[in-house]
T-cell receptor, first 111, second 113 residues
Framework: EDKVVQSPLSLVVHEGDTVTLNCSYE??????LLWYKQEKKAPTFLFML????IEKKSGRLSSILDKKELSSILNITATQTGDSAIYLC???????????FGTGTRLKVLA | DGGITQSPKYLFRKEGQNVTLSCEQN?????MYWYRQDPGQGLRLIYY???????QKGDIAEGYSVSREKKESFPLTVTSAQKNPTAFYLC????????????FGPGTRLTVL
């Protein structure tokens, strides 16, 4: 059965800390992995990683895909209170558009 | 402004009633999706549609129905057959040319009284 597991489930840090969120997957015919940030309602897109694009960076956020370990990490440096959110990882297992989502990591950044 | 809209924002339903959640997009996306999110769980796929007049069941389609008569609209009906419908419902869309990301609407919170 295809599955996506995120860790940790929740995390509390102080402003300025660096955090690393993990996403591991077991799927058939991997095509892409996506990271989303969900603050209150709609998840907003952060990164898409594929076999041809295994590392992405945007400001303080960066993500790497490890195809050998079947996992991805999302790094956030110099965290701010505005980074507090649920971070979701999703994997497209076989090009059928049936993305499988992990349970998410709830990050809280304290001032 | 381009985007996805969902209505209503909050919806209360009595047991035994069918309710329909609206999802509209003006992004000219071919593919549309419905997800359900419960506390402590990730998003679970209910239905998806890659093209007008065609849709496929996701992992938890029982008790739900959809239609795709127009490219920009993908309404979800929660029927009385859905045993535990209280949840947060998210609609999304994407271009039908993989790989591509999904864009989400603001969601509808459904509560059964």
């Amino acid at each position: 059965e295809d599955k996506v597991v995120q860790s940790p489930l929740s995390l509390v840090v102080h402003e300025g800390d660096t955090v690393t969120l993990n996403c591991s997957y077991e799927v058939t015919n991997f095509r892409s992995l996506l990271w989303y940030k969900q603050e209150k309602k709609a998840p907003t897109f952060l990164f898409m990683l594929t076999s041809s694009g295994i590392e992405k960076k945007s400001g303080r956020l960066s993500s790497i895909l490890d195809k050998k370990e079947l996992s991805s990490i999302l790094n956030i440096t110099a965290t701010q209170t505005g980074d507090s959110a649920i971070y979701l990882c999703a994997v497209d297992p076989s090009g059928t558009y049936k993305y499988i989502f992990g349970t998410g990591t709830r990050l809280k950044v304290l001032a | 402004d381009g985007g996805i809209t969902q209505s209503p924002k909050y919806l209360f339903r009595k047991e035994g009633q069918n309710v329909t959640l609206s999802c509209e997009q003006n992004l000219n996306h071919d593919a549309m999706y419905w997800y359900r999110q419960d506390p402590g769980q990730g998003l679970r796929l209910i239905y998806y549609s890659q093209i007008v007049n065609d849709f496929q069941k996701g992992d938890i389609a029982e008790g739900y129905s959809v239609s795709r008569e127009k490219k920009e609209s993908f309404p979800l009906t929660v029927t009385s057959a859905q045993k535990n419908p209280t949840a947060f419902y998210l609609c999304a869309s994407s271009r039908d040319r993989p790989p591509d990301t999904q864009y989400f609407g603001p969601g509808t919170r459904l509560t059964v009284l």
